[in-house]
């Protein structure tokens, strides 16, 4: 797996899809997971209540970063 640190977004994986070299879920996978709109998941960002990582343009979730928010949601 690569980091983020990587330059060139067309060379990574071994000619994977950015969802195989990545272990995480998309912007729009997140908001169905709970049942709630893309600018729900925006204000939950910009709360600091999910903290996104950023690859080739786009952004995931890891299970780490789903597991944190989810514990700041229990509180």
């Known amino acids: 797996i690569l980091t983020q640190s990587a330059t060139n977004c067309n060379s990574y994986g071994g000619g994977k899809s950015v969802k195989q070299v990545i272990p995480g879920i998309t912007y729009d996978e997140l908001a169905a997971r709970y049942g709630v709109n893309r600018s729900t998941v925006y204000r939950w960002m910009k709360r600091g209540l ?3 990582t ?3 343009g786009r952004l995931f979730f890891t299970k780490d970063a789903i597991e944190a ?3 700041k949601a229990r509180r």
């Open 50 to 52: 999910i903290e996104p």
């Open 69 to 71: 928010f989810e514990e």
């Open 54 to 56: 950023r690859f080739c």
